[in-house]
T-cell receptor, first 113, second 111 residues
Framework: NAGVTQTPKFQVLKTGQSMTLQCAQD?????MSWYRQDPGMGLRLIHY???????DQGEVPNGYNVSRSTTEDFPLRLLSAAPSQTSVYFC????????????FGDGTRLSIL | GENVEQHPSTLSVQEGDSAVIKCTYSDSASNYFPWYKQELGKRPQLIID?????GEKKDQRIAVTLNKTAKHFSLHITETQPEDSAVYFC??????????FGDGTTLTVKP
Protein backbone atom coordinates (compact mmCIF):
# COMPACT_ATOMS: atom_id res chain seq x y z
CA ASN A 1 0.00 0.00 0.00
CA ALA A 2 1.26 3.48 -0.86
CA GLY A 3 -0.83 5.03 1.94
CA VAL A 4 -1.68 8.70 1.36
CA THR A 5 -0.13 10.26 -1.74
CA GLN A 6 -0.01 14.02 -2.29
CA THR A 7 1.01 15.85 -5.43
CA PRO A 8 2.78 18.09 -6.13
CA LYS A 9 5.44 18.20 -3.39
CA PHE A 10 6.33 21.83 -4.12
CA GLN A 11 4.54 24.60 -5.98
CA VAL A 12 5.04 28.31 -6.50
CA LEU A 13 2.07 30.39 -7.62
CA LYS A 14 1.42 34.01 -8.37
CA THR A 15 -1.31 35.90 -6.54
CA GLY A 16 -4.65 35.30 -8.21
CA GLN A 17 -3.74 31.98 -9.82
CA SER A 18 -5.76 28.88 -9.10
CA MET A 19 -4.58 25.32 -8.61
CA THR A 20 -5.57 21.93 -7.27
CA LEU A 21 -3.62 19.94 -4.70
CA GLN A 22 -4.15 16.24 -5.24
CA CYS A 23 -4.62 13.66 -2.50
CA ALA A 24 -5.23 9.94 -2.94
CA GLN A 25 -5.34 7.05 -0.49
CA ASP A 26 -5.40 3.31 -1.18
CA UNK A 27 -6.49 2.10 2.26
CA UNK A 28 -10.25 2.30 1.62
CA UNK A 29 -10.56 4.91 4.36
CA UNK A 30 -13.87 6.72 4.70
CA UNK A 31 -12.58 9.85 6.43
CA MET A 32 -10.24 12.30 4.69
CA SER A 33 -9.10 15.76 5.69
CA TRP A 34 -6.92 18.67 4.65
CA TYR A 35 -4.75 20.66 7.06
CA ARG A 36 -2.47 23.60 6.67
CA GLN A 37 0.62 23.94 8.84
CA ASP A 38 2.10 27.33 9.56
CA PRO A 39 5.07 27.94 11.88
CA GLY A 40 4.03 27.88 15.54
CA MET A 41 0.37 27.25 14.72
CA GLY A 42 0.12 23.49 14.54
CA LEU A 43 -2.22 21.81 12.10
CA ARG A 44 -5.41 23.67 11.24
CA LEU A 45 -8.28 21.85 9.58
CA ILE A 46 -9.41 23.28 6.25
CA HIS A 47 -12.05 20.80 5.04
CA TYR A 48 -12.94 17.20 5.76
CA UNK A 49 -15.03 14.41 4.31
CA UNK A 50 -16.73 11.51 6.07
CA UNK A 51 -17.29 9.60 2.83
CA UNK A 52 -17.76 9.90 -0.92
CA UNK A 53 -20.11 12.75 -1.78
CA UNK A 54 -19.94 14.33 1.69
CA UNK A 55 -17.72 17.27 2.64
CA ASP A 56 -17.76 19.86 5.40
CA GLN A 57 -15.82 22.89 6.54
CA GLY A 58 -13.09 22.92 9.14
CA GLU A 59 -11.56 25.83 11.05
CA VAL A 60 -10.09 27.76 8.09
CA PRO A 61 -12.13 26.99 4.93
CA ASN A 62 -12.14 30.40 3.27
CA GLY A 63 -10.44 30.46 -0.13
CA TYR A 64 -10.52 26.67 -0.53
CA ASN A 65 -12.92 24.20 -2.14
CA VAL A 66 -13.03 20.42 -1.94
CA SER A 67 -14.98 17.58 -3.52
CA ARG A 68 -15.11 13.83 -2.84
CA SER A 69 -16.39 12.00 -5.88
CA THR A 70 -14.63 8.73 -4.95
CA THR A 71 -13.49 7.11 -1.73
CA GLU A 72 -9.86 7.33 -2.86
CA ASP A 73 -9.51 10.96 -3.94
CA PHE A 74 -9.92 14.24 -2.08
CA PRO A 75 -8.56 17.21 -4.06
CA LEU A 76 -8.16 20.69 -2.56
CA ARG A 77 -8.70 23.67 -4.84
CA LEU A 78 -7.33 27.14 -4.29
CA LEU A 79 -9.69 29.45 -6.14
CA SER A 80 -7.60 32.65 -6.29
CA ALA A 81 -4.28 32.27 -4.51
CA ALA A 82 -3.26 34.87 -1.91
CA PRO A 83 0.10 35.28 -0.10
CA SER A 84 -1.67 34.35 3.17
CA GLN A 85 -2.16 30.86 1.73
CA THR A 86 1.58 30.23 1.68
CA SER A 87 1.89 27.16 3.86
CA VAL A 88 2.55 23.44 4.01
CA TYR A 89 -0.59 21.46 3.23
CA PHE A 90 -1.16 17.96 4.57
CA CYS A 91 -3.82 15.52 3.52
CA UNK A 92 -4.77 12.78 5.96
CA UNK A 93 -7.11 9.80 6.08
CA UNK A 94 -8.50 7.54 8.76
CA UNK A 95 -10.64 4.43 8.65
CA UNK A 96 -13.94 5.89 9.80
CA UNK A 97 -13.53 9.30 11.43
CA UNK A 98 -11.63 11.65 13.75
CA UNK A 99 -11.74 9.03 16.50
CA UNK A 100 -9.28 6.85 14.57
CA UNK A 101 -5.55 7.27 13.86
CA UNK A 102 -4.90 9.60 10.95
CA UNK A 103 -2.41 8.71 8.21
CA PHE A 104 -0.75 11.74 6.69
CA GLY A 105 0.69 12.33 3.25
CA ASP A 106 4.14 13.86 2.77
CA GLY A 107 2.72 17.35 2.34
CA THR A 108 2.75 20.02 -0.36
CA ARG A 109 4.88 23.13 0.19
CA LEU A 110 3.05 26.00 -1.45
CA SER A 111 4.43 29.51 -1.93
CA ILE A 112 2.28 32.36 -3.21
CA LEU A 113 4.18 35.35 -4.56
CA GLY B 1 -15.94 24.20 18.92
CA GLU B 2 -13.11 22.24 20.46
CA ASN B 3 -10.05 24.11 21.74
CA VAL B 4 -6.83 22.23 22.49
CA GLU B 5 -4.02 23.95 24.37
CA GLN B 6 -0.56 22.38 24.48
CA HIS B 7 2.35 23.22 26.81
CA PRO B 8 5.21 23.85 26.74
CA SER B 9 5.87 25.11 23.23
CA THR B 10 9.56 24.18 23.54
CA LEU B 11 11.26 21.66 25.80
CA SER B 12 14.95 20.88 26.12
CA VAL B 13 16.19 17.88 28.13
CA GLN B 14 19.42 15.98 28.60
CA GLU B 15 19.68 12.54 27.08
CA GLY B 16 18.35 9.98 29.53
CA ASP B 17 16.02 12.42 31.29
CA SER B 18 12.24 12.30 31.07
CA ALA B 19 10.05 14.67 29.07
CA VAL B 20 6.41 15.56 29.77
CA ILE B 21 4.08 17.44 27.43
CA LYS B 22 0.60 18.46 28.55
CA CYS B 23 -2.62 19.23 26.69
CA THR B 24 -6.02 20.45 27.78
CA TYR B 25 -9.24 20.24 25.79
CA SER B 26 -12.61 21.96 26.11
CA ASP B 27 -15.23 19.71 24.47
CA SER B 28 -16.51 16.99 26.78
CA ALA B 29 -17.66 15.05 23.68
CA SER B 30 -14.02 14.42 22.70
CA ASN B 31 -13.20 10.77 23.27
CA TYR B 32 -10.02 10.08 21.30
CA PHE B 33 -6.63 11.61 22.13
CA PRO B 34 -3.72 10.81 19.82
CA TRP B 35 -0.14 12.05 19.89
CA TYR B 36 1.83 12.61 16.69
CA LYS B 37 5.56 13.05 16.17
CA GLN B 38 6.82 15.17 13.30
CA GLU B 39 10.48 15.17 12.38
CA LEU B 40 11.86 18.13 10.46
CA GLY B 41 10.47 18.23 6.93
CA LYS B 42 8.47 15.03 7.40
CA ARG B 43 4.84 14.06 7.87
CA PRO B 44 3.24 13.76 11.33
CA GLN B 45 3.13 10.14 12.47
CA LEU B 46 1.07 8.61 15.24
CA ILE B 47 3.15 7.45 18.22
CA ILE B 48 0.47 6.63 20.80
CA ASP B 49 -3.21 7.25 21.43
CA UNK B 50 -5.72 6.84 24.23
CA UNK B 51 -9.49 6.63 24.38
CA UNK B 52 -11.72 8.19 26.99
CA UNK B 53 -12.52 4.89 28.70
CA UNK B 54 -8.85 4.39 29.60
CA GLY B 55 -6.78 6.35 32.11
CA GLU B 56 -3.27 5.38 31.03
CA LYS B 57 -1.53 3.61 28.17
CA LYS B 58 2.11 2.68 27.80
CA ASP B 59 4.27 1.59 24.87
CA GLN B 60 7.91 0.98 25.82
CA ARG B 61 9.39 4.41 26.70
CA ILE B 62 6.22 6.34 25.85
CA ALA B 63 3.11 6.69 27.98
CA VAL B 64 -0.04 8.78 27.85
CA THR B 65 -2.32 9.64 30.77
CA LEU B 66 -5.83 11.04 30.59
CA ASN B 67 -7.85 12.89 33.24
CA LYS B 68 -11.38 13.22 31.86
CA THR B 69 -12.66 15.20 34.82
CA ALA B 70 -10.01 17.87 34.42
CA LYS B 71 -10.02 17.55 30.61
CA HIS B 72 -6.30 17.12 30.28
CA PHE B 73 -3.93 14.48 28.95
CA SER B 74 -0.17 14.19 28.95
CA LEU B 75 2.63 12.51 27.00
CA HIS B 76 5.50 11.06 28.99
CA ILE B 77 8.77 10.01 27.37
CA THR B 78 11.31 8.27 29.61
CA GLU B 79 15.02 7.70 29.00
CA THR B 80 15.03 10.23 26.16
CA GLN B 81 17.37 9.75 23.23
CA PRO B 82 18.59 12.22 20.59
CA GLU B 83 16.29 10.59 18.01
CA ASP B 84 13.32 11.66 20.16
CA SER B 85 14.05 15.25 19.08
CA ALA B 86 11.05 16.38 17.01
CA VAL B 87 7.81 18.35 17.20
CA TYR B 88 5.04 16.57 19.09
CA PHE B 89 1.36 17.33 18.56
CA CYS B 90 -1.59 16.33 20.68
CA UNK B 91 -5.11 16.17 19.27
CA UNK B 92 -8.67 15.61 20.41
CA UNK B 93 -11.32 13.88 18.30
CA UNK B 94 -14.97 12.94 18.56
CA UNK B 95 -17.04 10.20 16.96
CA UNK B 96 -17.87 12.43 14.02
CA UNK B 97 -16.72 15.69 12.55
CA UNK B 98 -13.41 17.22 13.38
CA UNK B 99 -10.09 16.52 14.98
CA UNK B 100 -8.45 19.51 16.69
CA PHE B 101 -4.68 19.73 17.15
CA GLY B 102 -2.57 21.54 19.68
CA ASP B 103 0.07 24.00 18.47
CA GLY B 104 2.93 21.56 19.01
CA THR B 105 5.93 21.16 21.31
CA THR B 106 9.46 21.24 19.97
CA LEU B 107 11.47 18.70 21.98
CA THR B 108 15.25 18.86 21.88
CA VAL B 109 17.25 16.05 23.49
CA LYS B 110 20.84 17.10 24.11
CA PRO B 111 23.46 14.34 24.00
Amino acid sequence: NAGVTQTPKFQVLKTGQSMTLQCAQDMNHEYMSWYRQDPGMGLRLIHYSVGAGITDQGEVPNGYNVSRSTTEDFPLRLLSAAPSQTSVYFCASSRTGPNQPQHFGDGTRLSIL
Amino acid sequence: GENVEQHPSTLSVQEGDSAVIKCTYSDSASNYFPWYKQELGKRPQLIIDIRSNVGEKKDQRIAVTLNKTAKHFSLHITETQPEDSAVYFCAAGTNAGKSTFGDGTTLTVKP
